[in-house]
């Protein structure tokens, strides 16, 4: 199964192949022809080797859980690993490690880089598409293409991929359940795309930011993010565009098989919706009311940030712009800036971590815990502390009207445990190091939460290329933990899921 992976990687490696012999980059269409031969190779070695097994395999009806679990979790490392193949050759990137790092914040959709603005500013076109393309591959997900194209072991490896506390594939054919959030992406990526041409960008950027917005992950081929094209029609496009990336696809499922009024029945009743439009709107107005005071000179004060002194906005309209498009990007893992918000006041920088933490929604291509999580456990400690004063009440734990059920409580509060878990390791790790506690919180925050820039020394005016090589391995591992949500990575570390 991972051979296969690798060859469907050796596939999508050959697309920035041809992109570049189209735009006349002949060196890097080379270096990514190359890749994608080293990538086939290999694979095409691993099923070859593999092929007794493979056989066997198919005349059971489905994989074990546990080769499920086994591809998903090891399928993100090994893309990884493919995916770095373009940058090393290229020499866009010399070290393989921090190309790894590269390939891995693409895959997951983190948008964390360690190259400079200068690197990013003078990289191929070619290379430029390869490191945005990873991002919209990874925001659909490998696993799932190998899920749409060999339906054998679906339901298990389906499970283990997509993220979220139900999969909404129990009244359908898991292959069928794929290839509808397939259709799903594609229609957003295509609606996006025309949007921005008609808006003004350049075709290539269109596409560069087209893959980069619906997948929630925030690459851009500028050092300036989205301040380069310095438009308020661009950043509305993009809001609303990383807005509905980060709604639960099983809402759009429900509006093409059923129909308009059922999905907004849905969308409208959904608690998580509710919290996830209130948390944008409440910070919003926050955030650029204290932007606003601090341009009009009030004593509100501000960080000194990785890049320094800030500069106010003009006023309420420039302020409430800058607050929508960073909460926007923080709490949907949009990953994108405009400004160097980590020299914002302390009020504004705090908010932007705690919707960092929080995430959108369950089943999107956003990252973070996810607010259905969150209200979970948030409704699970009020349920304990009703019976803790009245034990012989029954109390339940509720979302949307359905009674969850004891083991949904505790996978929810179990993976709160793990995150926090790997959250505190990770942080001491990085601070072992020397890096000191707001960069190593923060990047291990924004990691784990698959978001992008963080604050400190990895700010948006900063990159994670100056950390030292333990941490930017330790971080990609927070990557690839936070895309499948612990449980697929984690059970391959236990002795008891390799035995009989």
């Excluded at 199964?1 to 735009?23: E, K, N, S």
């Excluded at 509808?180 to 008609?198: E, Q, R």
């Excluded at 107005?285 to 500069?311: F, P």
Aim: net charge positive.
């Amino acid at each position: 199964m991972l051979g296969v992976v690798l060859l469907l990687m050796a596939g999508f490696l050959t697309i920035p192949a041809a992109v570049g012999v189209g735009l006349g980059e002949r060196g890097p269409a080379t270096s990514c022809a190359l890749a994608a031969a080293v990538t086939a190779l290999l694979g095409g070695l691993v099923t070859f080797i593999s092929r007794g097994a493979t056989r066997d395999a198919r005349q059971r009806p489905d994989y074990f859980r546990r080769e499920g679990l086994a591809t998903v979790g090891l399928a993100w490392l090994v893309g990884g690993v493919a995916g770095a193949l373009p940058f090393l050759f290229e020499g866009t990137i010399t070290s393989p490690l921090d190309a790894f790092f590269e390939s891995v914040s693409g895959l997951t959709t983190t948008g964390s880089t360690i190259m400079s603005g200068e690197q990013i500013d003078s990289m191929p076109d070619t290379i430029a598409f390869w490191r945005s393309f990873s991002q919209w591959i990874g925001g659909f997900g490998i696993v799932m293409v190998f899920v749409v194209i060999f339906p054998t072991g679906g339901r298990n490896l389906f499970r283990s991929e997509v993220p979220g506390i139900t999969r909404e594939a129990g009244h359908q054919r898991v292959r069928d359940a794929a290839l509808m959030l397939m259709k799903i992406y594609l229609a957003l990526s295509v609606t996006l795309l025309a949007v921005l041409i008609v808006v003004g960008l350049p075709v290539f950027d269109a596409v560069i930011h087209t893959f980069t917005t619906v997948a929630n992950g925030g690459f851009s081929n500028h050092s300036e993010s989205i301040a380069y094209f310095d438009s308020a029609l661009v950043e509305s496009v993009l809001v609303v565009f990383m807005l509905l990336s980060a709604l639960n696809f099983a809402i759009y499922d429900t509006l093409i098989r059923v129909g308009p009024r059922p999905a907004w029945r849905k969308l409208v009743g959904s608690l998580e919706v509710r919290l996830f439009f209130g948390l944008v709107v409440g910070a919003s107005l926050a955030i650029g009311a204290v932007l606003w005071a601090a341009g009009a000179g009030s004593a509100v004060a501000g960080s000194a940030g990785a890049g320094g002194a800030w500069t106010a906005p003009s006023g309420p309209v420039e302020a409430l712009r800058l607050s929508i498009f960073h909460v926007v990007c923080l709490i949907t893992g949009g990953g994108y800036s405009t400004a160097n918000f980590d020299a914002w006041p302390q009020f504004c920088r705090l908010v932007l971590l705690l919707l960092a933490f929080c995430g959108a929604c369950a089943g999107s291509t956003s990252g973070g815990l996810k607010l259905v999580r969150i209200a979970i456990v948030f409704k699970a400690a009020l349920v304990a502390v009703r019976r803790f004063a009245r034990p012989r009440v029954i109390h339940q734990v509720r979302i949307d009207g359905q009674v969850l059920d004891e083991s949904v409580v505790a996978s929810v509060t179990g993976y709160l445990v793990l995150w926090l878990l790997a959250f505190l390791a990770a942080t001491t790790l990085l601070g072992a190091y020397g890096i000191d506690l707001e960069t190593s919180a923060s990047a291990v925050l924004v990691t784990l939460n698959n978001v992008g820039p963080g604050l400190g020394g990895v700010g948006p005016a900063s990159n994670f290329g100056d950390l030292p090589a333990v941490a930017k391995f330790v971080l990609s591992i927070c990557m690839v933990l936070g895309r499948l949500e612990f449980y697929a990575l984690v059970a391959l570390l236990m002795p008891t899921f390799w035995r009989r």
